[in-house]
Nanobody
């Protein structure tokens, strides 16, 4: 299984970006899929997750601004990021866990990781 994260870029504060995580070799069916991020000199942190039953979870710092969604037809999981702030600047990683997990917030739970995509928000 390979994950490909895309959609990052350089934007200004207040702008939007849409990240996409595509899987090859397996569908996202039955999986928990999450986005994490890591800023320079900081630990990797949970951003958002969607479970196999389509329940969605968000870090407090992004709640109300970010939306995670599945596109089963394209076998992708997307992260719509609105009202971006400078503190959102980080490398964003998608991660997948088969079978699903209730500990969606823990990076240790995930079997596969994408390569990361850089998001830079200028203030």
């Amino acid at each position: 299984v390979q994950l490909q994260a895309s959609g990052g870029g350089l934007v200004q504060a207040g702008d939007s970006l849409r990240l996409s995580c595509a899987a090859s070799g397996r569908t996202f069916s039955g999986a928990t899929v999450a986005w994490f991020r890591q800023a320079p000199e900081k630990e990797r942190e949970f951003v958002a997750a969607v479970r196999e039953n389509n329940a969605k979870y968000y870090a407090d710092s992004v709640k109300g601004r970010f939306t995670i969604s599945r596109d089963s037809a394209k076998n992708t999981v997307n992260l719509q990021m609105n009202s971006l702030k400078s503190e959102d600047t980080a490398v964003y990683y998608c991660a997948v866990r088969w079978p699903h997990t209730v500990r969606y917030y823990s990076a240790n739970e995930y079997n596969y990781w994408g390569q990361g995509t850089q998001v830079t928000v200028s203030s």
